[in-house]
């Protein structure tokens, strides 16, 4: 079995040595993904919701390019700037969920991310 590379345009292209995703024996892992919007490169963070939003369509856009979908998200990870900005950081991303089967996850706050972004969320996905 060997690993699958997964890497579309419509999610911002990797600045190291690492790729967007990475298809496994049946499971998607996508690396954390940030608010740039991948068309432009502009980083978003003029609110919390707004830069969360992004990064949600931008884990969106890999998941789609990986063959999968939220309703397939086994685990996320969500790393905070501030942990006040939690609510907020929730509404927006329980819209990508079904709350019956939303994703296992963790959410901690850090010191600093990317950028100096005030949130990252990376995943992992079942692939058919």
């Given at each position: ?19 967007q ?18 068309a ?12 969360t ?44 969920f ?31």
């Amino acid at each position: 079995m060997s690993k699958k590379i997964i890497q579309t345009d419509d999610a911002p292209a990797p600045v190291g040595a690492y790729n967007q995703a990475v298809v496994y024996g049946g499971v998607l892992y996508v690396s954390g993904q940030i608010a740039i919007k991948p068309a432009t490169g502009e980083l978003i963070t003029t609110d919390i919701e707004t830069e969360t939003e992004q990064v949600m369509e931008n884990l969106g856009a890999i998941l789609k390019a990986a063959g999968t979908s939220f309703d397939q998200v086994l685990k996320c990870s969500v790393f905070v700037s501030d942990m006040e900005n939690f609510g907020r950081i929730n509404g927006v991303y329980s819209r990508y969920f079904n709350p019956e089967t939303a994703p296992a996850r963790a959410l901690v706050e850090v010191a600093n991310l990317p950028k100096y972004v005030n949130v990252e969320i990376s995943c992992i996905a079942a692939v058919e």
